[in-house]
């Protein structure tokens, strides 16, 4: 059960962003990288949620093997976050 639910937040945030990026014209700057910001914490929770719940707690148990790989997932998705999904939004977010 755990596992749809993490899966219902990916796909809700696959649909806000798409969503978002269609009316992208119609807001703000400010209010665009507020709202996708809000929309990467929810898709970041959810794939976190999503592995985690994936993985048998024997693979768990390695107490500081898990922590530093989600650690590592959420840096790439947040380079990601910051330097391909932003531009999209707002093109002059990285040049202020």
């Known amino acids: 059960m755990a596992r749809r639910i993490y899966l219902i937040l990916i796909v809700t945030s696959i649909v806000l962003g798409v969503y978002l990026y269609m009316v992208k014209e119609t807001h703000s700057k400010t ?56 531009p999209v939004f707002c093109p002059e977010f990285l040049f202020h």
């Open 31 to 86: 209010f665009l990288i507020f709202i996708s910001s809000l929309i990467f914490m929810i898709f970041s929770m959810g794939i976190h949620g999503f592995i985690a719940h994936s993985l048998k707690p024997s693979l768990k148990g390695d107490i500081i093997v898990y922590p530093i790989l989600m650690g590592a997932l959420w840096s790439v998705l947040f380079f990601l976050f910051v330097f391909f999904i932003l």
